[in-house]
């Protein structure tokens, strides 16, 4: 992005502010799919007061999230004692569930150690993976969709 500064006039709020064409042509899909959202609804959010006291929050969407340290992760934490693709949150058919994806220390809900299990989530579970612990809240209620009448989440 060029900003023209000489255009604009002493004590005036005026700018003069020209796009060039690679910034013109950036596309709500293009955005989309940069982030991997891939035209999927959000469906609920991780909220993590480890990784910075006045809070970190991520994302999840409908279908797969996977939590680690491997930039292609939904959710990447930045912590040694994390695998790179060291959990999976699933939501799907209106529930969300997670599981352990065989990472060196394991996951835990609610200081529980799901170890081989799949394990439901619910809005305000704790889930725990390495050092890094976070906060679940869903976006959708248990059924997985709004009726006309709805308003709140």
Known sequence: MLVDVEGSR?????????????????????????????????A???VSYTMNPLGVDFRLYEGKN???????CSVCVPDESVSGMHALILFRAGKFKIRDNLSSNGTFVNDRDIED????????DEIQVGK??????????????????????
């Open 10 to 42: 002493a004590g005036s709020q005026e700018k003069t502010v020209l796009l060039d064409k690679v910034d013109a042509q950036v596309s709500s899909d293009s955005v989309t799919q940069e982030f991997g959202r891939e035209n999927r609804k959000l």
């Open 117 to 124: 299990e799949i394990c439901p989530l619910k809005d305000g």
């Open 132 to 153: 890094t612990r976070f906060f679940f809240k869903a976006a959708l209620p248990p059924d997985g969709c709004l009726t006309g009448n709805d308003t709140t989440l």
């Open 44 to 46: 609920g959010w991780l």
């Open 66 to 72: 996977y939590i680690g340290t491997d930039a292609n």
